[in-house]
């Protein structure tokens, strides 16, 4: 089994900053990479950012520029800054984990609500 917690949302102002964390636990042998996703409220679920193991990453068009995603293998954690932040970005965000069979993100932490007030 494999567990992701996450932590570091909050209330923000327009242009502000915040980091997000994830920690891993668990079979983590079991998994290729991981990823931030984020639901607003009536929206579709949509990935954010990904990355491998080997560190390659993945943006979305809306958080190139702002966003970055990085890893601390030897903490099994994966971080989300974000900078830069807007109204359009208040959701509740989420950590994900591919599963290396599949391929496909199985694994999911319980989400963490950023909100960024105009």
């Known amino acids: 089994q494999v567990q992701l917690v996450e932590s570091g949302g909050g209330l923000v102002q327009t242009g502000g900053s915040l980091r997000l964390s994830c920690t891993i636990s668990?079979?983590?042998?079991?998994?290729?990479?991981m990823g931030w996703f984020r639901q607003a409220p009536g929206k579709d679920r949509e990935l954010v950012a990904g990355?491998?193991?080997?560190?390659?990453?993945y943006y979305a068009d809306s958080a190139k520029g702002r966003f970055t995603i990085s890893r601390d293998n030897a903490k099994n954690t994966v971080y989300l800054q974000m900078d830069s932040l807007e109204p359009e970005d208040t959701a509740v965000y989420y950590c994900?984990?591919?599963?290396?069979?599949?391929?496909?993100?199985?694994?999911w932490g319980q989400g963490t609500q950023v909100t960024v007030s105009s």
């Open positions: 994900a984990a591919r599963d290396t069979r599949t391929n496909s993100y199985m694994y």
């Open positions: 668990g079979r983590t042998s079991g998994t290729a990479g």
């Open positions: 990355i491998s193991w080997r560190a390659n990453t």
